[in-house]
């Protein structure tokens, strides 16, 4: 069955850099859109970013220009990496990986339109 398991997330300070793993498993990973996702406390979930199954690649405002996704299939678990910039307080939250085999989902970067989600990973920032 499909499986996304993220690690990568801890307390960094303001202006650091943090690159978040998404380990997938169960599915074809050449054949989704893989999306990486945050929810602060009290705040609704946000699309960050997601990566087609050509490789084009597409942001949120929150995450141009900080941000960036990549995906790795050479493991024996396909991966994909969020790499975080400059981060700043308002980067706290837990961040989320998600897949969907409709490449809808990569263009509208909407919670909705992922069918599949990892558990998450906190990250800090203080």
């Known amino acids: 069955h499909v499986q996304l398991v993220e690690s990568g997330g801890v307390w960094v300070q303001a202006g650091g850099s943090l690159r978040l793993s998404c380990a997938t498993s169960?599915?074809?990973?050449?054949?989704?859109?893989l999306g990486w996702f945050r929810q602060a406390p009290g705040k609704e979930r946000e699309g960050l970013a997601g990566i087609d199954t050509d490789g084009t690649s597409k942001y949120a405002d929150a995450a141009k220009g900080r941000f960036t996704i990549s995906k790795d299939n050479a493991n024996t678990n396909s991966t994909v990496y969020l790499q975080m910039n400059n981060l700043k307080p308002e980067d706290t939250a837990m961040y989320y990986c998600?897949?969907?085999?409709?490449?809808?989902?990569?263009?509208?970067?909407?919670?909705?339109?992922?069918?599949?989600w990892g558990q998450g990973t906190q990250v800090t920032v203080s």
């Open positions: 169960g599915f074809d990973f050449h054949r989704y859109c």
């Open positions: 998600a897949a969907n085999p409709d490449g809808i989902a990569c263009r509208t970067l909407l919670e909705r339109d992922f069918g599949y």
